[in-house]
């Protein structure tokens, strides 16, 4: 008798322990199941946000730019109107009268020439 009590206690603790193994086992393929779509949510969320962030940087770029045009422009201007004023300071000539000035010469270059190549 026991011998038979032995050899059942035996297989009764060999039976248990590959339980133990088995479930041990099942545990780390539910984990790594578990933390492989966790890892895939994550991705998925991470992607989404990633997108967002970039429109969102396109509409932040086109709102920079137009700030930076208008404010280029109005620079240019400014700078212009200050070498303007500083030019008719320095000579006493306005800078637009000596642009309809430089028109003219033109034209009576062109008209010259024309007479030349007449006679």
Do not use: H, P
């Amino acid at each position: 008798m026991i011998d038979k009590t032995v050899v059942k206690a035996a297989k009764n603790v060999v039976e248990s322990g590959e339980g133990v193994a088995r479930n041990i086992w099942l545990a780390g393929l539910g984990l790594y199941s578990r933390t492989l779509e966790e890892a895939q949510q994550i991705n998925e969320k991470t992607t989404t946000a990633f997108d967002e962030l970039v429109e969102r940087g396109k509409e932040v770029e086109i709102e920079a730019k137009e700030c930076i045009g208008k404010n280029a422009e109005k620079a240019t201007d400014e700078v212009e109107a200050g070498m303007n004023d500083l030019f008719y300071r320095l000579s006493g000539v306005d800078r637009e009268k000596l642009e309809r000035m430089d028109d003219k010469i033109d034209k009576l270059t062109e008209a010259v020439e024309k007479l030349a190549e007449v006679q």
